[in-house]
C-alpha cells in the first residue's frame, strides 16, 4: 500500500490512515494514496464499512498551501471528497489533535464523525484570503446552519470538537480512546445495518428557514460594503447552499474559490504563512540549546524598559528592576504600574493577578543585584559609550551563562561583546514600540554570539508571545531602516510638490494605518529626527528640521504636521506655508498623483529591505515582511514590502529608484541585489528557500 495513507483491515472495518507528515495536509501524493486505499476498501468484499483516521498530532490541517495558485493535479480535492460521500459503504471520520480547512471538509464527506473533544475543527482559509472549497460552504451549513457555519468560515476561528455548537457535526464524542471508539462504532454500524448517510441530503441546517436568512442579513450587515473579498465570498456561497441544488452550490463555491485563489491578496496571505514559518529557522536552532530562564533583569525603567518589564512580569519571570538612583527607579515604577493597569484594562492580564505580580518585582539602584538574573536587558545608555560601560559593568556582576543583551536598535553587538569577557552570551533583543501592543523582536547576533545564547533569547521572546525575527547585530534594525526609508520617500514626494495629507491618504488608502506624517506626529518629530539621522538620511530631514525648529514637535505639542485640538488633527496653512518656502530654495513642483506616491513608499522599502538581504543583515527578504506585519502595523493582506514590490513589479520600481538617484544621492540608486534578481527573472520570493 501507498506510503501516505496506511490499509488495514480489522473485522470486516478498513482502516484508512492519513501519515502525511507534519500535519496530513492533503498534496497529491495523499490524494493519489487515499483514492487509491479508498477503491481498494470498495473492492474489497470482507470490507463494510470504512474508518479515516489521522496519524501523527492531527487528523488533518487541510489542502497543501504549497500547491495553491498552481494548476491543479487529480484527484482534485473536492471531487476526491465527492467519491467519498458516493461511497456505497459507510465512511466514518476518526478526528483527534484538528481538522482544519480540508480536514473539516473531508471529515464533512464521510457520512459519520467520530472526534476527541479537545481536537481542534475549523476552516482558517479566510486568514488566507481563502474560502472553503471543496464544498465546505455546501455541507457545513445543512447540518449546523448558517449562523455556526459564517462564524467558523468568516472569523477563521477554531473551536474544540465537543464545545457548544461544533457538537452538531459528530456522532460521538469521546475524552480518549480515539480508534477504539471508532472501532466499536463501526461494528454498531454493521451490526444494526445503518445505511450511509451523505451529508449533501441532510436537511437539519437548512429546515429553520428564516433563522437561516436572519444569520446571512446579520453578517452581511455586519461586514458592510467594502472589506476583504473572502467573507464576502463565503456569505454569499453559504446563502447559496440554502438556495441550490448541491451540485450547483458546488459550482458557485468553486468558482469564488478560483477567483480568490488568483488573488493578489490570497498570494500575500499565503506567503506570510510560509514566512512566518521560515522565521523560526534559524542556524542557531540546530546546534543551541536554551538555557533555564527564570529572573531576568532590565536595565532602564524608561518607556522601553518598563514595557519589558511588565511583559516579564505578565510572563511570570521573576524581575529584578535596575534604575540609576531612587528617584528614576519611583519613575520607572509609576511607569510600569500604568502599563499594567492599562493590561488590566485591555483583558491581557487580570485584577486578581495584577495585584499578585509586584511580588515577582525587585526594584534596585545597583547593578550587584543583578548577580542571580539569568538574562538581563540593557535599556538604558543612550549612546555607544555608555552602553559599553554598561556592558563592562554587568560583566562584573553576572554569573556564568547570563545572556547580556542590548534592546537599543543601534547596538553593535561585536563592539559591545568585547568589552565583556563573555562575547558568546551578548547580542541585541529589540523590541518594537509599543511593546504591549507589537508583536515583534529583532534577535541581533554579534560575530561571536554563540547558539545557546541566541536560542535562549528566541524562547524568552516567544515566552513573552513574540515573534523573534533573526538580524545581523550591527547599528540598524528592520523596522527602522525600512521606516527611515519610507520617511525619505514621503520627504522627497512633498519637497516634489505633494502636500503631506496627500501623501498620507495615499499610504492610508494602500492599507497602511496611518500616513508617515500622522505616524510622525504620533512617535514626535524629534524622535523621527534621531532615527532618520542614524539611518544616514542627514541630508534628507531638511524639512523635518525647520518644522522641529518651529516647535512642531507633533501630537503632544498639539502641533507637528498636523495642527491638534479637542477635534483631533486638522491640515496647517503654516506648514504648507514653510513647505512652499523650502521648496522654492530645492526646486520641486512635480505633483506626484497617488499612485506615483504609493509606488514611491514601496519602492524606497523594497530597496532598502533589498540591501539589507544583500549585506547578510537579514536572512530571507520573507523575514522582512514578517518583521514589518508584526512590528510596523505593515497591511498583512499585502505581505509585507518585499512581497508587495515581487506584486507591484521589480522592474518599474527600480526604474523608478533610477530616476530617483538621477540627482546623485546614492541612496536611491537601486542595488545590486534588484538587478540581478531582474536580470534572472527572479523575485525577492526566491530567496526565502
Ligand atoms: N499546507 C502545507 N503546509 C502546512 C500546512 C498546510 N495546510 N499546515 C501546516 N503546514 C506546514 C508548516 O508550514 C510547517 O512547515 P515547516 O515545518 O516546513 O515549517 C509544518 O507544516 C508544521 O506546521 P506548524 O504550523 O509549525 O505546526 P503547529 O503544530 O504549530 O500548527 C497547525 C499546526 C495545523 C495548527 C498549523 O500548521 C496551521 O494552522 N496550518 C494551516 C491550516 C490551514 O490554514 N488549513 C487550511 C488550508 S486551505
Known sequence: MALTVGYEVDEGVAVLSLQNPPVNALGIALRRDLL???????????????????????????????????????????????????????????????????????????????????????????????????????RAPRLCGAETALELMITGKSVAAGSGAARVFFDLIVKEGLREAAMTFAQRLVEKGLPVRRTRDARNGLKDAAAYQTAIAKWRK?????????????????????????????????????????????????HVFFAENKVAKIPEAKAGHARALEQIGVIGGGTRGAGLVALSLMAGFEVVLVEKDAPSLARALTRLRRLLDRAVSRGQLSALRRDGIEALLHGKTDMV???????????????????????????????????LASASPFADIGALAERTGCAEDVLGLHFSLPTQMSDLVEVAVGPASGADAVVTATTFARKLGKVPVRVLGVPGRIGGRLMAAYQAAADRLVMSGALPQEVD??????????????????????????????????????????????????????????????????????VAAMIASLRGQTGGGSFPDESDIQRLCLAAMANEGAR??????????????????????????????????????????????????????????????????????????????
Not at 460594503?225 to 441550490?244: F, H, N
Not at 559609550?385 to 560583566?395: K, N, P, V
Open 36 to 138: 487509491a486505499a479508498f477503491e481498494t476498501a470498495l473492492a474489497d468484499r470482507s470490507v463494510r464499512v470504512i474508518v479515516l483516521i489521522g496519524q501523527g498530532k492531527l487528523f488533518c490541517a487541510g489542502g497543501d498551501i504549497s500547491e495553491f495558485g498552481k494548476p491543479f493535479k487529480a484527484p482534485w480535492v473536492p471531487e476526491l471528497f465527492n467519491t467519498v460521500e458516493q461511497s456505497t459503504k459507510p465512511v466514518i471520520a476518526a478526528i483527534h489533535g484538528a481538522a482544519l480547512g480540508g480536514g473539516m471538509e473531508l471529515a464533512l464527506a464521510c457520512h459519520y464523525r467520530v472526534c476527541e473533544a479537545r481536537a481542534r475543527i475549523g476552516f482558517p482559509e479566510v486568514s488566507l484570503g481563502l474560502l472553503p472549497g471543496a464544498g465546505g460552504t455546501q
Open 222 to 270: 455586519r461586514l458592510g460594503k467594502g472589506g476583504a473579498e473572502a467573507p464576502g465570498e463565503i456569505l454569499r456561497c453559504v446563502e447559496a447552499a440554502a438556495l441550490l441544488p448541491f451540485d450547483v452550490g458546488m459550482a458557485f463555491e468553486r468558482a469564488a474559490f478560483d477567483t480568490l485563489e488568483q488573488s493578489e491578496t490570497s498570494r500575500a496571505l499565503r
Open 369 to 403: 543585584a543583578l548577580s542571580e538574573a539569568d538574562l538581563v536587558i540593557v535599556a538604558a545608555g543612550g549612546d555607544a559609550l555608555e552602553q559599553g560601560q554598561i556592558f563592562a559593568q554587568l560583566d562584573a556582576v553576572v554569573k556564568d551563562g547570563a545572556v
Open 505 to 574: 491618504r495615499a499610504m492610508r488608502r494602500w492599507g497602511m494605518a496611518l500616513g508617515p506624517y500622522q505616524l510622525a506626529d504620533v512617535m514626535g518629530l524629534e524622535r523621527v529626527l534621531a532615527r532618520q539621522e542614524e539611518c544616514g538620511h542627514d541630508r534628507r530631514v531638511a524639512l523635518l528640521r525647520a518644522l522641529i525648529k518651529d516647535g512642531r514637535l507633533g501630537r503632544k505639542t498639539s502641533k507637528g504636521w498636523y495642527r491638534y485640538d479637542a477635534d483631533g488633527g486638522r491640515v496647517d496653512p503654516e
Open 612 to 689: 539589507m538581504v544583500e549585506e547578510g543583515h537579514v536572512m530571507r527578504p520573507g523575514d522582512i515582511d514578517v518583521a514589518m506585519i508584526r512590528g510596523f502595523a505593515f497591511p498583512r493582506w499585502r505581505g509585507g514590502p518585499m512581497q508587495a514590490a515581487d506584486s507591484a513589479g521589480l522592474l518599474s520600481l527600480r526604474n523608478l529608484l533610477r530616476t530617483c538617484a538621477q540627482d546623485g544621492d546614492a541612496f536611491w540608486r537601486p542595488v545590486n541585489l534588484l538587478d540581478d534578481l531582474i536580470k534572472n527573472g527572479r523575485h525577492f520570493s526566491d530567496l526565502n528557500g
